[in-house]
């Protein structure tokens, strides 16, 4: 554990400083504003557990009036902007990104614990290549034209073709694990369809999304398109019960998913939910052993296991199971923890105060249901919410923690003798968001492309992400596609016309 400063601003650069030295405001119609209420949140620090800053608690009479100015922009001047103007704004807000790229780094990892070499390397470039992918969308959005026969008007000829047309007013509601690139994933796709969004960031998480907000304006783009609400549950639920609001996009737990399911049905608004997961990852016998360890480390460790794709659920074959754990076991153990701007450090804290005893209920569990940790799971005593990685051994499906999303870095291992039991251990899940086989024999790694129940399968490789390959999940883990191609059908409604010629 290395030692974390008492004030971490400290490490931020001038104009990062600048951003957090004062209460936040939130963005709405073009203007920086206080919530009506008065109310103001404190955002944390994860790793040292002292306030950053604070942002206003929205409240529904926030939304209402974020709700109104996407509507009148809508109806009004961004239903002006043509396809290509909307593909500038765009790229020109990726280029204000890029340039402004180590100061959104420092932010977010002193608002979220990440380290900051994944905070610049890995979510600054997803963002800003994300913006550049779905800003060529904004030309090429396509209809299709159908010869259509109606036979019952035999004298009569027609036409018909489909056009896909903006679902109008959106709200998005993100969660705090990638707080700038989910922020982007949600906001860039509508914009390049031609909707107005709403934006609702998670409550720990609010400080990108708000500077963000400001290159927004920068960029070009109208007043009111882009409005941002921080807070807790309140706007995010005003945002959901709104009979104004036509969409609700929404990353974050399959428990919260249900509700806004529940709740949207009355206004049968559109929903794209991606949710939770338990992703398994598979390795086969005849896998390349230590790359095999390697990437099932980096599956679950990643962003210190706070992922919806961590590969928490580990299968092995059972003439390589001791080697495999005992390597995990070793990877774990060499994590030096601490402040994500020190550069020797591998993992920072867990996001809150909240989430780390959430992990460490499921670590309890995990000992008394008969999992065998085989190392890890302390709590770092002192400031911030700092959790030494955990492996367990000897996992059964009966247990909490080979059922339930933990979303920490632990990991439960199981051992297997072949691989039809391994594809079914793997989808022995109610989820099914992500999924990786470990093999080097080409016909079992299709056997189990074809037969894992999941929205993304990677094979000798885990939790790769590209603005071109679709997203999305199974079962439990939601429904619809974020990214490439597929995300136009979010943000759009298909159609049809028919006129006689």
Same mark, same amino acid.
């Given at each position: 554990?290395?030692?974390?400063?008492?004030?971490?601003?400290?490490?931020?650069?001038?104009?990062?400083?600048?951003?957090?030295?004062?209460?936040?405001?939130?963005?709405?119609?073009?203007?920086?504003?206080?919530?009506?209420?008065?109310?103001?949140? @404190?955002?944390?620090?994860?790793?040292?557990?002292?306030?950053?800053?604070?942002?206003?608690?929205?409240?529904?009479?926030?939304?209402?009036?974020?709700?109104?100015?996407?509507?009148?922009?809508?109806?009004?001047?961004?239903?002006?902007?043509?396809?290509?103007?909307?593909?500038?704004?765009?790229?020109?807000?990726?280029?204000?990104?890029?340039?402004?790229?180590?100061?959104?780094?420092?932010?977010?990892?002193?608002?979220?614990?990440?380290?900051? !070499?994944?905070?610049?390397?890995?979510?600054?470039?997803?963002?800003?290549?994300?913006?550049?992918? !779905?800003?060529?969308?904004?030309?090429?959005?396509?209809?299709?034209?159908?010869?259509?026969?109606?036979?019952?008007?035999?004298?009569?000829?027609?036409?018909?073709?489909?056009?896909?047309?903006?679902?109008?007013?959106?709200?998005?509601?993100?969660?705090?694990?990638?707080?700038?690139?989910?922020?982007?994933?949600?906001?860039?796709?509508?914009?390049?369809?031609?909707?107005?969004?709403?934006?609702?960031?998670?409550?720990?998480?609010?400080?990108?999304?708000?500077?963000?907000?400001?290159?927004?304006?920068?960029?070009?783009?109208?007043?009111?398109?882009?409005?941002?609400?921080?807070?807790?549950?309140?706007?995010?639920?005003?945002?959901?019960?709104?009979?104004?609001?036509?969409?609700?996009?929404?990353?974050?737990?399959?428990?919260?998913?249900?509700?806004?399911?529940?709740? @949207?049905?009355?206004?049968?608004?559109?929903?794209?939910?991606?949710?939770?997961?338990?992703?398994?990852?598979?390795?086969?016998?005849?896998?390349?052993?230590?790359? @095999?360890?390697?990437?099932?480390?980096?599956?679950?460790?990643?962003?210190?296991?706070?992922?919806?794709?961590?590969?928490?659920?580990?299968?092995?074959?059972?003439?390589?199971?001791?080697?495999?754990?005992?390597?995990?076991?070793?990877?774990?153990?060499?994590?030096?923890?601490?402040?994500?701007?020190?550069?020797?450090?591998?993992?920072?804290?867990?996001?809150?105060?909240?989430?780390?005893?959430?992990?460490?209920?499921?670590?309890?569990?995990?000992?008394?249901?008969?999992?065998?940790?085989?190392?890890?799971?302390?709590?770092?005593?002192?400031?911030?919410?700092?959790?030494?990685? @955990?492996?367990?051994?000897?996992?059964?499906?009966? !247990?909490?923690?080979?059922?339930?999303?933990?979303?920490?870095?632990?990991?439960?291992?199981?051992?297997?003798?072949?691989?039809?039991?391994?594809?079914?251990?793997?989808?022995?899940?109610?989820?099914?968001?992500?999924?990786?086989?470990?093999?080097?024999?080409?016909?079992?790694?299709?056997?189990?492309?074809?037969?894992?129940?999941?929205?993304?399968?990677?094979?000798?490789?885990?939790?790769?992400?590209?603005?071109?390959?679709?997203?999305?999940?199974?079962?439990?883990?939601?429904?619809?596609?974020?990214?490439?191609?597929?995300?136009?059908?979010?943000?759009?409604?298909?159609?049809?016309?028919?006129?006689?010629?």
């Amino acid at each position: 554990m290395s030692e974390v400063i008492d004030d971490q601003r400290a490490n931020l650069s001038p104009a990062a400083k600048e951003f957090v030295s004062g209460p936040l405001k939130m963005l709405i119609d073009g203007e920086w504003v206080d919530s009506q209420t008065g109310r103001t949140i @404190a955002v944390s620090d994860p790793a040292t557990g002292k306030e950053i800053t604070t942002v206003p608690a929205g409240s529904s009479a926030d939304v209402d009036r974020a709700v109104a100015a996407a509507r009148r922009a809508f109806e009004g001047s961004w239903a002006a902007v043509r396809p290509v103007q909307r593909e500038r704004m765009l790229l020109k807000l990726a280029d204000l990104l890029e340039a402004a790229a180590d100061e959104f780094a420092e932010l977010e990892t002193l608002d979220n614990g990440k380290i900051l !070499m994944m905070s610049r390397h890995a979510d600054l470039n997803l963002a800003i290549d994300s913006l550049r992918y !779905m800003a060529g969308a904004a030309t090429k959005i396509e209809g299709t034209t159908i010869d259509p026969s109606f036979a019952y008007v035999p004298d009569m000829r027609f036409t018909s073709y489909t056009l896909r047309e903006p679902v109008g007013v959106v709200g998005q509601i993100i969660p705090w694990n990638f707080p700038l690139v989910m922020a982007v994933w949600k906001i860039a796709p509508a914009l390049a369809a031609g909707c107005t969004v709403v934006l609702k960031p998670a409550e720990d998480t609010p400080i990108t999304a708000l500077r963000l907000g400001q290159l927004i304006a920068e960029a070009g783009i109208p007043d009111g398109v882009v409005n941002i609400i921080t807070g807790d549950a309140e706007p995010g639920q005003a945002l959901v019960d709104h009979p104004d609001v036509d969409k609700i996009a929404f990353t974050g737990s399959t428990e919260v998913g249900k509700i806004i399911q529940q709740r @949207a049905a009355g206004t049968m608004k559109r929903l794209s939910l991606e949710l939770g997961g338990k992703s398994p990852v598979v390795i086969l016998k005849d896998a390349d052993v230590n790359m @095999a360890i390697q990437g099932a480390a980096q599956a679950i460790f990643f962003n210190h296991g706070q992922v919806c794709t961590a590969g928490s659920r580990l299968f092995v074959d059972r003439s390589i199971y001791d080697a495999v754990v005992d390597g995990l076991a070793q990877v774990a153990d060499g994590f030096k923890l601490g402040s994500g701007f020190d550069p020797e450090v591998q993992m920072g804290p867990l996001v809150s105060a909240t989430q780390r005893s959430r992990v460490q209920s499921y670590l309890d569990k995990g000992t008394s249901e008969g999992g065998r940790l085989v190392t890890g799971g302390e709590k770092i005593d002192g400031p911030g919410h700092f959790l030494r990685p @955990a492996v367990f051994a000897d996992v059964t499906p009966e !247990m909490t923690i080979y059922r339930e999303e933990i979303f920490g870095p632990v990991l439960a291992s199981t051992p297997f003798d072949d691989p039809a039991e391994a594809l079914k251990l793997a989808n022995d899940t109610s989820y099914g968001l992500g999924a990786s086989i470990w093999t080097n024999d080409l016909q079992q790694a299709n056997r189990f492309i074809r037969g894992m129940k999941a929205g993304s399968v990677w094979v000798n490789a885990h939790n790769l992400l590209d603005p071109a390959v679709p997203f999305g999940g199974y079962r439990m883990s939601g429904y619809g596609r974020e990214l490439g191609h597929a995300v136009r059908d979010l943000y759009t409604e298909s159609k049809s016309v028919t006129m006689m010629i």
